[in-house]
């Protein structure tokens, strides 16, 4: 199990900005895709982006234009700048990684998750 470890949640404005950061405790495991998903007490859990281990990037509708996402593989790390914060992107955010042979094996790995609550 690959320990990962969320933070940069808080409150917010309407319109204001916030990053999220997630590491993965070890830097030796090799992680294929990384994501960001969201949960809010009324809706399900959604995939927020997504980037692969070449930086290929996935978004959200609801986000496009407004979050991007990275990553540093040398830590096995991803960040998610969110900008443009709306009222609806209250949830709490939670980071999520694959490891396995790409094809033969896969394995999913969960952070805690981190509130992000923005305020009108």
């Known amino acids: 199990q690959v320990q990962l470890v969320e933070s940069g949640g808080g409150l917010v404005q309407a319109g204001g900005s916030l990053r999220l950061s997630c590491a993965a405790a070890?830097?030796?495991?090799?992680?294929?895709?990384m994501d960001w998903y969201r949960q809010s007490p009324s809706k399900r859990r959604e995939l927020v982006a997504r980037i692969t281990r070449d930086g290929v990037t996935q978004y959200a509708d609801s986000v496009k234009g407004r979050f991007t996402i990275s990553r540093d593989n040398a830590k096995n790390a991803i960040y998610l700048q969110m900008n443009n914060l709306e009222t609806e992107d209250t949830a709490v955010y939670y980071c999520h990684a694959i490891t396995g042979v790409v094809g033969l094996e896969r394995y999913d790995h969960w952070g805690q998750g981190t509130q992000v609550t923005v305020s009108s």
């Open positions: 070890e830097t030796i495991i090799r992680i294929n895709d």
